[in-house]
């Protein structure tokens, strides 16, 4: 089988071919425009490469119920040109194929359920850290949408005490996404994190928030695997930060041996590295075309 799968960033945009035993055959990337400028590349590409059904991993927010008049829309996005634009309904004029749509974080868990880090687990949970904050959910063997869909980027965080920075996010302001962001350490420390040292308080401060988020994430939804992923989750220096700052704040309350004897293995970076999402997307796909043939 032939299935495609679309990436759709805020900054970039991969789609790809791949199979059912995800292996991913062909890909392309090219930047985040408008989408008129945008739409018509990923259209010409499965033009050219004829798939059996497409799966879609989405910045957003975005609509996933099925049952709303603007299912498949992006919809509150600041992105210039995005917002309220019917991404899968575009699709669905060019291509007559079952579709999986989901958000970019989802997407991103579900690779990493179905070939990575969580391959054979019933549950994960994924946060990616970079220009943004998003997490996915995993649990049950589904991927977990409710109302609308998680946006534990935005969960309130404890200020560290030697923190005076206000937040950059537009909404909350400090919460997590505006404390520990990459353009939060940024306008923090007046340096992009690549560029600081890996002994830099920056680290030691955002593994702080960071892992607030991930407690919170163990203590409310108790998943068998914690990853995170994103640009700022670039620096391996961050993983021992916040796997000791989790076991601080759980205070040996959760007792499991994942945690108690093996966090190491437990809070891990996305095997699939930095494919997570299209690998994700893929298997959305998949799964589309097989509800199609239910």
């Known amino acids: 089988?032939?299935?495609?799968?679309?990436?759709?960033?805020?900054?970039?945009?991969?789609?790809g071919v791949g199979n059912e035993s995800g292996l991913m055959e062909d890909s392309i990337s090219f930047p985040t425009g408008d989408p008129e400028g945008t739409m018509p590349q990923v259209i010409s590409y499965f033009e050219k490469n004829r798939v059996e059904a497409i799966g879609i991993g989405s910045f957003g927010p975005v609509d996933l119920r099925k049952e709303s008049p603007t299912y498949g829309f992006i919809t509150t996005t600041p992105k210039p040109g995005w917002a309220q634009y019917p991404f899968l309904d575009t699709l669905r004029r060019h291509f007559d194929v079952p579709f999986g749509w989901d958000t970019d974080v989802n997407a991103a868990a579900f690779g990493e359920a179905a070939w990575g880090a969580a391959k054979g687990?019933?549950?994960c949970v994924y946060y990616t850290i970079g220009t943004g904050v998003g997490v996915g959910v995993y649990a049950g063997g589904r991927l977990v949408h409710g109302l609308v869909h998680p946006e534990g980027g935005h969960v309130p965080v404890k200020r560290h005490p030697e923190d005076s920075y206000p937040g950059g996010c537009p909404y909350?302001?400090?919460?997590?996404?505006?404390?520990?962001?990459?353009?939060a350490?940024?306008?923090r420390w007046q340096a992009k994190?690549?560029?600081?040292?890996?002994?830099?308080?920056?680290?030691?401060i955002a593994a702080y928030y960071i892992a607030q988020?991930?407690?919170?994430?163990?203590?409310?939804?108790?998943p068998e695997k914690m990853i995170l992923g994103g640009g700022v989750m670039q620096q391996p220096q961050l993983f021992p930060l916040i796997r000791d700052a989790v076991a601080r704040n759980l205070n040996g309350y959760v007792q499991a041996e994942e945690i108690t004897e093996r966090i190491g293995e437990y809070i891990v970076p996305p095997r699939l590295g930095g494919k997570a999402g299209l690998y994700g997307?893929?298997?959305?796909g998949l799964k589309a075309l097989g509800e199609s043939l239910a």
């Open 1 to 15: 089988m032939r299935i495609g799968a679309i990436e759709a960033g805020g900054t970039k945009f991969v789609c």
């Open 121 to 123: 687990l019933d549950s």
């Open 172 to 183: 909350h302001g400090d919460c997590l996404e505006g404390m520990a962001a990459g353009p």
């Open 185 to 187: 350490i940024e306008a």
């Open 193 to 204: 994190g690549h560029l600081l040292p890996p002994d830099h308080p920056a680290w030691t």
């Open 213 to 222: 988020a991930v407690t919170g994430a163990i203590l409310m939804l108790s």
């Open 281 to 284: 997307a893929l298997a959305l």
